[in-house]
């Protein structure tokens, strides 16, 4: 059966022409047109032209032109219903033949979960449409969302019933064990209960792959009116989907992505769509705090820079570097856009429009310039000891660039700073294989090794010169207090590991075995079994630290459980300071030689961040009702 000559046009127009021949060849924007190596006669030179407004290529040399199609045809062999049909299947639209559709669901074996996908991303859409999801529209058009908006991106909403998801699937023809495989349904833990709809009460974004097919969901409440209730709930992996692998909205940003020459990284969806409605298309969105290898990757095949648009919080800033450093080890050219305190470019672009937000973007300083500024505030380049941790802060971003003029410019913006000659900054940076990427790991790793030096130097005393070794330590007390605490609570709820990921690393652990534990709960998260299982492995030496942290965690008065995160949480965020408090006051020999006022007021500091202690953490954590907060109020 012939395809329609309209589908066959239509094909084609969706057809990223850049994309699919850059896997082909490399090629570099010079103007309207990409130039790079004819793939089809071998060439070397830059005399392949492709041209993605007109979806044409042209070789200068071998002669060779045409379309997509005459590309496929050509280079790899295909006939012309392959050539369309490969593509077809590239830019996501169904080509009706009943012999074809046979054959794939033969060969592939997740055909049936990408169709599952499909129905509930329709029925998800139908219910945000019906009377019953106005609140849920009337929720979208306060974010600013416009219907355009809402049908572009496809969102929807899952209405708050038990199993209504479920039961329309099954009434479909679709199984349940592929709705579990997909996190769509979850199992009741009550005995002969269907099982119940995972995203309920919560407006729906659709999670695509760069062909259209919809790959997971993402799913935000309304109002966060309970604490155990995550406002924001993800599909977990499953066998269509991997969230290292995947970029919310690049498949609709990527030609506006080429068009700008630069991609904004935001946080999230809510993020992307808000951007979007406001005609700012050029954005993607990693799905989880850290960027892979994989997503930097598929970033560098549009763009050579990106601007990060992160929270300017220490968890936003942890992210904006860790992801930073992921970008140039990907040989892109990484800007950090730095908002006002407390919002976010959902909320900016809401209260003072796209324009705001663009004269943020035209200031974005380079992640190299970001971290210098940011030290210099910290008064890090006033010492010694701070210089020398400062560079330790400043060398896996040098490490990561790909690029050697960028990596050379960064060598000597650092010299300028440190005083430190570029030669011996060079020396420690190829030296070093692995250093903390944050000021306060950094100081961790310090005083650790300053620690280890001095546990295993012989000792000799002042008088005798007679060697002996140091007193052996005492054992270590019953382990409670902070780090135990949040513990529980990533036991208790998945919510709270999430929110544990914002704030603190591995590394703000000072017990190992907790540290190890706290590792194994982030890596862990949102992965589950067919069952719909939490997928936890522990160490078999740390067992004993699981039981009795699970014990305790059952037998735990849960309520109020937000001030209890935030009096737990505060007090680990609250060691840089009184460590550097300490160390201050022990390097200070006299008051002659050091400024008792500096001293009073970082007491006074010191003192006023724990009496503030609830309400420094990041807003949506702590519920405005907490008793805490009306009382402080």
Request: charged fraction near 30%; glycine fraction near 8%.
């Amino acid at each position: 059966m012939p395809i329609p000559d309209h589908l066959v046009e239509e094909i084609r127009q969706r057809a990223d022409l850049v994309e699919i021949l850059s896997e082909h060849t490399r090629l570099k924007r010079t103007g309207k047109t990409w130039r790079g190596p004819c793939p089809l006669h071998g060439g070397e030179g830059p005399n392949f032209s492709v041209d993605p407004a007109k979806g044409f290529y042209k070789c200068f040399v071998c002669g060779e032109a045409g379309t997509v199609y005459n590309f496929m045809m050509k280079h790899l062999g295909m006939t012309f219903p392959e050539a369309v049909r490969w593509t077809a299947a590239r830019v996501g639209v169904e080509v009706p033949d009943e012999r074809d559709q046979q054959r794939d669901r033969e060969e592939d074996p997740n055909r049936v979960l990408y169709e599952v996908n499909g129905f509930a991303a329709k029925w998800f859409r139908e219910q945000l449409a019906a009377p019953g999801g106005q609140r849920a529209r009337d929720y979208l058009t306060k974010r600013g969302i416009t219907p355009e908006s809402i049908e572009r991106f496809g969102l929807g909403w899952a209405p708050e019933e038990w199993d209504a998801l479920g039961t329309a699937a099954r009434k479909a023809g679709f199984h349940t064990a592929d709705l579990l495989a997909l996190g769509l349904v979850k199992e009741a833990k009550k005995t002969g209960r269907e099982p119940y709809d995972a995203f309920r009460g919560r407006v729906i974004f659709p999670i695509e792959d760069l062909g259209g097919r919809v790959l997971a969901f993402g799913g935000r409440v309304l109002e966060q009116v309970e604490e155990h209730v995550p406002k924001y709930l993800n599909s977990p992996e499953s066998p269509v989907y991997t969230k290292g692998r995947t970029l919310y909205g690049l498949g609709w940003s990527r030609g506006s992505i080429r068009k700008e020459e630069v991609a904004l990284v935001v946080e999230g969806y809510m993020d992307y769509v808000s951007l979007a409605a406001h005609g700012i298309t050029h954005a993607v969105a990693p799905l989880g705090t850290a960027m892979t290898d994989e997503q930097a990757s598929l970033i560098a095949n549009y763009t050579s820079r990106a601007i990060l648009l992160y929270d300017s919080d220490k968890a936003g800033l942890k992210a904006t570097f860790r992801n930073g450093d992921q970008l140039l080890r990907a040989g892109v050219e990484v800007l950090v856009a730095t908002l006002p305190e407390g919002e976010d470019p959902d909320s900016l672009v809401r209260a003072q429009g796209a324009d705001a937000l663009r004269r943020y973007l035209d200031d974005a300083l380079d992640v190299m310039e970001r971290k210098l500024q940011l030290l210099d505030r910290r008064g890090a380049f006033t010492s010694i000891k701070g210089t020398r941790r400062a560079i330790d802060v400043l060398l896996p971003t040098v490490r990561a660039a790909r690029n050697e003029v960028v990596r050379g410019l960064y060598l000597k913006r650092m010299s300028d700073r440190t005083g430190v000659p570029v030669e011996s900054l060079t020396a420690e940076a190829a030296s070093v294989t692995e250093q903390p990427r944050t000021f306060n790991e950094v100081h961790q790793q310090r005083r650790r090794e300053d620690r280890e030096r001095e546990r295993d130097r012989p000792r000799y005393q002042a008088d005798l010169g007679q060697r002996y070794e140091p007193r052996p330590r005492p054992a270590m007390r019953v382990r409670m207090g902070a780090e135990r605490n949040l513990l529980m609570m990533m036991f208790n709820a998945e919510r709270w590991v999430e929110e544990c990921a914002k704030f603190v690393g591995p590394d703000d652990f000072q017990d190992p075995d907790y540290r190890r534990l706290f590792r194994v709960l982030i890596e862990t998260e949102g992965r589950r079994d067919p069952e719909g299982r939490w997928l936890l492995e522990f160490p078999e030496d740390l067992a004993g630290d699981v039981e009795s942290i699970r014990h305790d965690t059952e037998h735990h008065d849960w309520t109020g459980a937000t001030a209890f995160f935030a009096e737990n949480m505060d007090r680990i965020l609250a060691r840089p300071m009184e460590r550097q408090f300490r160390e201050i006051k022990q390097d200070a020999p006299s008051d002659d030689d050091f400024d008792l006022d500096i001293l009073e007021r970082m007491k006074d500091q010191l003192a006023f961040k724990r009496e503030n202690k609830h309400l420094k953490m990041r807003h949506g954590i702590l519920d405005p009702n907490d008793p805490i907060l009306r009382e402080r109020r």
